[in-house]
């Protein structure tokens, strides 16, 4: 008989997200009248449309493929030329930061390329990753086989968990044991922290003293409005040769149904083989995505072009602003609610502590049938989630204003 991938039954329970809609669904059908009340604070997914520059080039675009001279067939696997550029261009070399065109690879999104970047790196390695954490972090390198089996807490053996709290600001400090390989998310998803120049430039300091490659998921960068807080790893000096970054158009453009994100991996940066021997991991992504990606749609990936454009630039801050009105309106509910609030400023998440030690999803059955919000249980995202819940702010301004009247109710 064929033999399955062993890995898969280490997994704990189901992926978070698909559980929270498998409650939300059995509320709903039990109790049809509350259900035309719910609103979902949940998962991270935008509402608003697409910035009406990106709805115009992917017209444009659908154009093009209507006429033999400007029919785009496959492109190539890493992405096309014009948005690579674009985006080294805006997002980098515009703000002080050396990364080349070809250092840019464009896929479906950050959440695939956050697992599929495991491809490359070997299964010896010592991990770092944060908790609470996006769980597509674990997950992944459970699949992998990079990992044992998870204790009765769900902490797995062979991941070095990096304990995040109020007592640190959510941002975990640089250990005394040498690691591999650190996953690092900022502004953080879920607690909606972010990281100092300072604390970033001690992980790149560490990375560089033990050779550890820093995994560095900035999808949220956008939404950074402290001036004093950096926006990519390439900021600080020295992270060329220690650090991966994923970024994602799916929060900042709305792309979460349209599908779009890039990987930056320097050519400077090394790894070793199992003999010891130093090689770049860039021809070795670059092979993986030429090998197992046929790249994004023409069409799309002149939707994000778009993004770069002055209109688009300013379209896309329209974005945000909504999204962080939103935001400061939950936030200030659940202040006023008297609970222990983090996150919401710099980032669309709000993090917070659960009342009457609650636990987390004894919270989340408390805001679903008594306020019919449906909100994430913090401890989906770690033992050290435990007690807290995450509500997003991805919405429209009346469900925003609407959950903060149910929240000052309840």
């Given at each position: 008989m064929v033999q399955l991938n062993d890995n898969y039954l280490k997994l704990k329970a189901g992926y978070l997200f698909p559980e929270i809609a498998r409650r939300v669904k059995v509320f709903c059908d039990a109790h049809p009248e509350a259900a035309k009340r719910v609103i979902r604070c949940g998962i991270g997914d935008v509402t608003e449309p697409l910035p009406s520059a990106v709805v115009?080039?992917?017209h444009k675009a659908v154009d093009d493929m209507a006429s033999r001279?400007?029919?785009?067939?496959y492109g190539p696997e890493q992405g096309h030329e014009f948005l690579r550029h674009a985006i080294a261009q805006n997002d980098y070399r515009d703000h002080g930061m050396e990364v080349a065109d070809d250092e840019i690879f464009i896929s479906d999104g950050s959440k695939c390329d956050c697992g599929n970047i495991l491809d490359i790196l070997g299964h010896k390695n010592v991990l770092g990753i944060t908790d609470p954490v996006y769980p597509v972090y674990v997950d992944t390198n459970v699949m992998a086989g990079?990992?044992?089996?998870?204790?009765?807490?769900?902490a797995y053996e062979g991941i070095h968990y990096l304990a995040c709290d109020a007592s640190n600001g959510f941002v975990p400090?640089?250990?005394?044991?040498?690691?591999?390989?650190v996953y690092l998310c900022f502004p953080n998803n879920p607690t909606g922290a972010t990281a100092t120049r300072a604390?970033?430039?001690a992980w790149v300091a560490y990375a560089r003293a033990h050779g550890t490659l820093i995994l560095f998921d900035a999808a949220y960068e956008a939404y950074i409005s402290d001036p004093e807080v950096p926006h990519s790893i390439y900021e600080i000096p020295g992270a060329?040769?220690?650090a991966i970054e994923f970024r994602s158009f799916s929060k900042n453009g709305g792309f979460t149904g349209t599908r779009c994100a890039f990987t930056v991996v320097p050519k400077t940066l090394l790894a070793a083989t199992a003999t010891g021997e130093c090689k770049p991991l860039h021809p070795l992504w670059n092979r993986r995505m030429s090998t197992k990606f046929n790249g994004v749609s023409y069409i799309v990936q002149r939707g994000a072009e778009a993004l770069y454009t002055p209109e688009g630039k300013q379209q896309v801050r329209g974005?945000?602003?909504?999204?962080?009105?939103?935001?400061a309106i939950l936030r200030a509910a659940v202040q006023q609610a008297g609970l222990p609030v983090f996150g919401g400023v710099n980032a669309p998440y709000i993090w917070v502590g659960t009342p009457d030690g609650l636990t987390s999803w004894e919270m989340f059955d408390r805001m679903l049938t008594q306020a019919n919000v449906v909100i994430t249980p913090g401890s989906g995202f770690g033992s050290k989630g435990e007690g807290y819940f995450r509500i997003s702010a991805f919405n429209s301004r009346a469900n925003a204003e609407e959950v903060a009247r149910r929240i000052?109710?309840?």
């Open positions: 115009s080039a992917m001279e400007s029919f785009r067939g990079h990992t044992g089996e998870a204790n009765e807490a769900g400090e640089v250990p005394k044991e040498k690691l591999d390989v604390q970033l430039a060329r040769e220690c974005l945000i602003e909504h999204y962080m009105g939103n935001a000052a109710a309840l």
